[in-house]
């Protein structure tokens, strides 16, 4: 099985100083993993790596991508704020050829479909994360990263988020989740990076 992401004797930090020291770490297409971790661990650290977003220090890393399809949901929003939502939606998905009614389904399906043509700067956190989510389901992307994915989700957002995962999962995509704790998003074939050893 093809490896999507390896390196060895992987050192990170900011400045001086490390927050990950000597990680080997080998990630295969079409299998998914939750990195854990308390505060501090490193777990953002490695996702930014992982999905080639790293902007701190790389002390003789030794690291491998293939290319691949990327995408990651940050705790920093990269949707354009004076933008309305459907305008968010054509700016990603500028190079993908999806019909006019598929992105209405899935906005509808992310219960977004009445704000399409209302700025994201007016939207609540929330419905941010929900916008991406809903974003990131039209790229359908190869590899998904999400960092704290349960941050700014209500119960019915969660559920969306846990539909999208298993989905991808059963059409053999990759996904990529940190948090502090596992978060039973992945209900099954997937395999935890625990930094806290």
């Known amino acids: ?29 079409t299998e998914s993993y939750e990195i854990t971790g308390k505060n501090g661990s490193g777990k953002s650290t490695l996702l930014n790596c992982i999905s080639d977003n790293f902007l701190g220090n790389s002390f003789n890393s030794e690291i ?37 009614n598929e992105k209405l389904k899935v906005l509808e399906n992310y219960q977004l479909l009445n704000f399409q043509h209302e700025y994201i700067i007016n939207f609540s956190n929330g419905m941010i994360k929900r916008s991406e989510l809903a974003i990131v389901d039209l790229m359908d992307p190869q590899i998904l990263c999400i960092d704290e994915p349960y941050i700014y989700l ?21 996904n990529v989740l940190s948090s502090q704790i596992n978060t039973d998003l992945i209900t099954s074939r997937y395999n935890n990076i625990d930094l806290n050893v």
């Not at 992987?10 to 990680?23: D, F, M, R, S």
């Not at 500028?94 to 006019?100: A, D, H």
């Not at 209500?154 to 990759?174: A, P, T, Y």
């Open 154 to 174: 209500d119960s019915q957002g969660i559920e969306l988020l846990k539909k999208l995962i298993n989905e991808r999962i059963l059409r053999n995509k990759s």
């Open 1 to 29: 099985m093809e490896e999507f992401f390896e390196c060895q004797n992987l050192t990170l930090g900011y400045g001086n100083q490390l927050v990950i020291n000597g990680l080997s770490v080998s990630l295969k297409l």
């Open 64 to 100: 491998h991508r293939s290319k691949v399809t990327l995408k990651q949901i940050s705790s920093t929003t990269t949707l354009i704020p004076r933008l309305t939502l459907m305008e968010n939606v054509d700016y990603f998905l500028n190079f993908i050829n999806i019909n006019s």
